[in-house]
């Protein structure tokens, strides 16, 4: 084969070329050059020192988009962007210098003109007499790597300018990497950390979550959002949301950890908060709702369901007029001008309608809602159904002694008792403040002999029912005793065990003394204290029934005093009250513990006398109230005389019902007046006839 066929049959391997006389170790090294230049997918490119292209490969052409008929005789400046035109004189000048220019990173323009990243290295080519007449050039692509280079360097940006702690482990948990984040998080140098096992970061009572992360992370398993708890350098403790994910090698094995960490703690204390509001919220037996200033209620406690008898669900949405009755709606007009203009709205007492269309009294306190920017956006409302007390003060006529809204106290405490927070209300009616309260347990605001039984109830209806109400006496910091009413409620964590107490106390002191002394309004007699009517009756029943279960004797007696009606006359009222009081006082002594006086009315008295052995003992009895009236009394230095006339019956004897008994004694004590009054009858049931026994004249009585 001569050299004309070689030449024809290498023409298809290579680019062609535009090459001047070369030396023979040149021309041979041009040779071996052409033998790789289309199998490499580097560009190899020769030329000329005045940079006109020679030479152009098939990698040349893919790199820079030219053919090889495009390129050869162009000059080299055609794939130079033009900040980068003055790299072409450096390298001439370099190449004149017989040098070879080793590796470098630059820029070069592809014929659609966007810019690409090469690698290039330049050799000199000497002809036969050992000048230098050309380049060879090798470029290469490194557009991928470089922008492989710049995302790990925007990535290892990101990471080092992240607020979150970002950081890598083996599998054996040891820390690899820790970022500023993670400095910031946790307060430990990267020099501090890398080396070290995560371990550090996990408070004791969380070790076992680490054991549990590496079986997961070994699984190939990613652990998204997981809050909990880590320690810092300085020993506190933090709320972290931590995502971890698996890392791998080139050969897709599992090698370790990667962890981003985020500090909550801000959160989990706005969260807490957050809560806690809503506890006293849907604890509290108050309507608490909140409206845009439209007037369209937004939100809807458990107490505004109790008040008003809509769900949450049926509210929310509905205009809060569907609460006024019709001739209270321009009231929602005042209401919202007030909010608009800031104003807040103070116990205004007024009517409303439930579910059910009946009207309630409610005292209502609304205030503006403002938004993060301080701008008004809607309102709160607070209504108190106090219908309750519109009634008892309508029925009861104690206006002055009833409070316009009555504030219950509040107070929360943790699971073992303790108290953690309490409202102003509770100081006003304990006396104490909150840095006395708080750390303390509600035994210190208790008394009673009864304390023990009453903590033992109130811890049984919390572990089962999870709520207890009811009336207790309280112990205010002055020592002061007063009635309250007390409502406590658990309020489960989240695994569902008791995380806190919510205790409502209402001081009712004035509300037990009202009540008191409208019982005993109701059976005892306001001059002499003596049991009226009503209760007579009550002791008289209870009295026959325990002679029925006994199988003993009761009497009846009906006295009524002779010459009362003269002493008012002569002497007045006045002197009259003296006489029922004197004699009410001295029967009280002459009868037994057991036995039970009552005023009917007017001068007119009934005894009940259980439990008597014999008749003589009765007579006995009567015979000294007898001579007790009789006894003057003194009034501003006048003796007042009267006497008493009795009638007595006794049961089983009498065998008839207790008003029938006092009708019967009151027959007996009219016979013992027709004989002659300051004496006794005693009706005999056999024959309804009444034998009499006149103790002593009553002529000396005045007329």
Known sequence: MNESDMQDQRAPMAAQ????????DSALELERFRFVLDASDDALITKALDGTITTWNRGAERMFGYTAGEAIGQSVLMLYPPEHRHEEHQIVDRLRAGERIDPFDTVRRHKDGRLIHVLITISPMQNEAGQIVGAAKIARDISERKHTDAQKALAALLIESSDDAIISKTLDGIITSWNKGAERVFGYTAEEAIGQPMLMLFPQYKIDEEDDILRKIRNGERIEHFETLRVRKDRRLIHISATISPLRDEHGRIVGASKIARDISARKQ??????????????SDDAIISKTLDGIITSWNTGAQRVFGYTAEEAIGQPM?????????????????QIRAGKRVDHFETVRIRRDKTPIHVSVTISPVHDEHGRIVGASKIARDITQRRRAEAHMRLASTVFDHTHEGVAIADFSGRILQINEAFTQITGYDRREAIGRTGEMFTTGPQLERLKTNILQALQTEGCWSGEVQGRRRSGQNYAGLLTIS??????????RYVALISDITQLREQREAL???????????????ALLHDRLEQGIARCDRDDTSLAVLYMDLDGFKAVNDNHGHKAGDEVLKAVSNRVKAVLRRTDTLARLGGDEFVAVMPGLSDLDQCIHLIERIIEECARPVSFQGVELKVSTSVGMTTYPNDNVDGEHLIRHADKAMYEAKHAGKNGYAIFDATTSTNFTGVFADPGFLQD
Not at 270 to 283: G, K, V
């Open 321 to 337: 007029l569907m609460l006024f009755p019709q001739d209270k709606a321009h009231e929602e007009d005042f209401i919202l001008g």
């Open 17 to 24: 070329t535009a090459t001047p006389a070369l030396s023979s």
């Open 490 to 499: 658990s309020v489960p964590s989240d695994d569902m065990s008791v995380g």
């Open 270 to 283: 706005a969260d807490a908060q957050n809560a806690l509001a809503a506890l006293l919220i849907e604890s």
């Open 519 to 533: 019982k005993r309004m109701a059976h005892f007699d306001a001059l002499t204290g003596l049991p009226n009517r």
